[in-house]
């Protein structure tokens, strides 16, 4: 052991050695560079110490500083933070093609994901067949009108399961009743098939668990992100704990695709029938290493994000009574009486589409979006120099909390989207929560549908409040932040029948 432990020390002090060596070199070009301003970096270690536990937070005060473009050396990274609309519409949009390569955590290495993943992969000839798979087989505007039913379904399981912690009084957990509903519906569109259990908990909770830990550990600070030649060492185990969330996925969908491969052609008609033709087809290039990633991504996004945009929603209207009075109202006017809510509906609802849109401004799924970098020629942004291979964040979270952008920028007003056609759809740079571009998330669609349906149902039927005498000022918005930013403390609520 102590062999062992004086030869880790011997590597670190070796590798410590060569990063100054790298950080004294790159200090001396940059004094001649154009690089955006930034925080003095220590030695070896950069600006890692200014992250902080709440980076997304960190990065936005940080702009106050040093303005909406910034530099940042974490260790031997070079990062790039933007946090305008403006240079976010350069970095996504003007420079799109240079900019849209994938800077890889290592923890997305765990089973080869960046290979096969199309939302980690570069922009290749595979990633656009994976892309035009998922635009006609996944979320085209037939398939999700085709499947609308299905959603309805599962809402209408969701609203029984409300009603009956509405007749016992109980306190309910909407991020975790949300997630079964979320789960079932995609699952059922996916595989023709329901994984979760509102009276169950193991199922649903394993799963939540998983996604929660890939989000987790893809999105905090890992050592080796910031020193690639630890990369082998993974020193914090942090790969070794992702191999394990990758492994129990990917096992799970390939027994589906082997069950499915091994019976008689009996169509279930659902996702994995039509991509599963679209493996077999004479020389296709989506083999069945793609297929499973694909499910993994589209799985873990798709789930974790809706759930937690839902009950973020929720939270924000139970603290702002005045808003959830006025969206029920809304509702109610534009529903009439024991009427079903369809998707259709949403068009009719403009204050509900104003509250969903005021919450991906304050809490967006995906803080700092993923990263981006260009890994052949450098880039000119507003007379700053952004450097090839280094890695760039666009930092939504702080556009949404800045004053020069928005009025009262911390306050919950949906009201502000009434007078305002900015939408989230990657046109108006202001609320940019699922990206813009050529890698803006493909799910959007599905998302969009989702949030609003499972929303109208929930606050239709019921008015909310807190247990045990609490007051909405008493309700815990702290975020736990990974690549998606979750509630940290679940939000409990009692459905009161209206």
């Known amino acids: 052991m102590n062999y062992l432990l004086l030869l880790l020390l011997a590597f670190l002090a070796c590798a410590s050695i060569h990063v100054l060596i790298i950080f004294i070199l790159g200090t001396k070009k940059s004094k001649s560079s154009k690089d955006p301003p930034g925080p003095n970096p220590f030695p070896i270690i950069g600006n890692i110490l200014e992250l902080g536990n709440q980076p997304h937070q960190s990065l936005a005060k940080l702009s106050q500083n040093y303005g909406p473009i910034m530099s940042l050396n974490l260790g031997s990274i070079k990062t790039i933070v933007i946090s305008s609309p403006k240079l976010a519409k350069e970095i996504l949009h003007k420079h799109d093609l240079i900019l849209s390569n994938r800077s890889i955590p290592d923890t997305i290495r765990a089973l080869d994901h960046h290979i096969f993943s199309m939302v980690w992969m570069p922009p290749t000839n595979q990633w656009r067949i994976l892309r035009r798979a998922c635009a006609n087989k996944v979320f085209s505007p037939q398939l999700l009108d085709s499947t ?16 009956e912690k509405n007749e016992k009084r109980e306190t309910l957990d909407i991020g975790e009743a949300v997630f079964i509903t979320v789960l079932n519906s995609i699952s059922n569109t996916f595989f023709s098939m329901d994984l979760g259990y509102y009276n169950s908990s193991n199922k649903p909770q394993e799963f939540k668990d998983i ?13 080796v992100d910031f020193f690639p030649m630890l990369r082998k060492l993974d020193p914090q185990g942090a790969r070794a704990r992702m191999n394990k969330y990758f492994g129990k996925l990917i096992d799970f969908f390939d027994g589906l695709v082997e069950e499915r491969l091994g019976r008689e052609r009996k169509l279930s008609n659902d996702v994995l029938d039509s991509l599963l033709e679209v493996m077999m087809e004479d020389n296709s290039q989506v083999t069945r290493p793609h297929l499973l990633h694909l499910f993994l991504d589209l799985f873990n996004a798709g789930i974790d994000t809706t759930s937690s945009m839902i009950e ?12 959830l009075k006025k969206v029920r109202e809304e509702l109610h006017q534009v529903l009439g009486k024991e009427q079903q809510i369809e998707e259709s509906h949403i068009s009719k609802l403009p204050f509900l589409r104003a509250v969903v849109k005021e919450t991906f401004r304050l809490h967006p799924p995906a803080p700092l979006l993923l990263p981006h970098k260009s890994p052949q020629e450098d880039i000119e942004i507003c007379g700053f120099m952004v450097p090839k291979n280094a890695q760039v964040w666009v930092n939504v979270w702080g556009m949404g909390r800045d004053s020069s952008i928005w009025t009262n920028p911390n306050e919950f007003m949906p009201q502000r989207f009434l007078e305002s056609n900015i939408d989230f759809r990657g046109n108006d740079f202001e609320l940019i929560p699922f990206g813009a571009g050529r890698r803006i998330c493909p799910g959007l669609p599905l998302a969009f549908r989702s949030v609003h349906i499972v929303l109208a149902s929930l606050l239709y039927g019921y008015d909310w409040k807190l247990p045990n005498e609490l007051e909405a000022k008493d309700i815990d918005m702290s975020e736990n932040f990974g690549i998606t930013l979750h509630k940290a403390q679940p939000l409990q609520i009692i459905p009161i029948k209206s």
Not at 155 to 162: A, H, W
Not at 312 to 323: C, D, F, I, Q, S
Request: no cysteine.
């Open 148 to 163: 609308q039913i299905l959603r309805q379904k599962k809402v209408q399981e969701l609203l029984d399961f409300v009603k």
């Open 211 to 223: 996604f929660f830990g890939i989000m987790k550990e893809a999105g905090r600070p890992n050592v």
């Open 312 to 323: 973020w929603t929720m939270a924000e209207l139970v603290r702002n009574p005045k808003e």
